[in-house]
């Protein structure tokens, strides 16, 4: 190495600790917010619930309007206690998961395809975009009328709000792929199989991540409306019962429930998402 390179190299490794210093400094700019704690995360909703008991207390919001959170929880723990609730977030379960499972294979094995063949992104990503244009729910008429008023429709129209998010993001982070990356593989000689495996997928995961935290919801969001339709076990079921009689404690438990099923859900995909690309250096890690 010249002496000139060896001194640029000297100056830039010198001057990198007192950078981070500099930033730690009282009197340093922090470009980036420190990372947030898992409690962090919850003082939003925490003065969301505040508010609202506040107001069901001092009888500014009717019981008959919205039931207080403390009202609901205690209902939600009879219900628990006298084994109704189980049974219904059971069937709940079952029935998003089996969507989720569906949707989100059928997205990535699509988005592959289309990503990279020619004749697969001619054939399926138009038809893809053209789906997601459509919203899901307003396919229930014709679900109803192919499949039934069963748990099979029900499974369908959720695996398809999950199927465009994951497939829309895997097909963005493929198509995002360095062509260096390209170019080195064709350059070692690897077979369409390994480059798939060795380059493709690993740079697809965070486009799928995000997806897939975004179908997660969807699943959640889209069952909310199919457990009204023909349905005798659910969360919705209980709360379209609650509605005829005027119960709203029970409606708020079933909110309660699918909120705490959707961002239970959606921490488990970002820890999944933190182990699998710990490799990454970014501003979130």
Known sequence: MSAEGSTLVGRITSSTPRTAQASSRPGGTRLVPRR???LGRLLGPLVLLALWELAAQTGLLSPKLLAAPSTAVITGYDMLANGTLLPHWLASAWRAWWGLGIGVAAAVLLA????LT??????????????????????????ILWLGIGETMKIALIAGSVFVPVYINTHAAIKGIDIRHVELARTLGLGKAVFIRRIVLPGALPGFFTGLRLSVTSCWASLVVLEQINTTQGIGYLMNRARDYGQTEIIVVGLVIYMVLGLASDAAVRAIERSTLRYRKVIGS
């Open 36 to 38: 947030l704690t898992p």
């Open 112 to 115: 592959l395809v289309s990503g």
């Open 118 to 143: 020619r004749i697969g992104e001619a054939s399926i990503d138009s038809l893809v975009q053209i789906k997601r244009a459509i919203p899901t729910l307003a396919l229930i008429p014709l679900a």
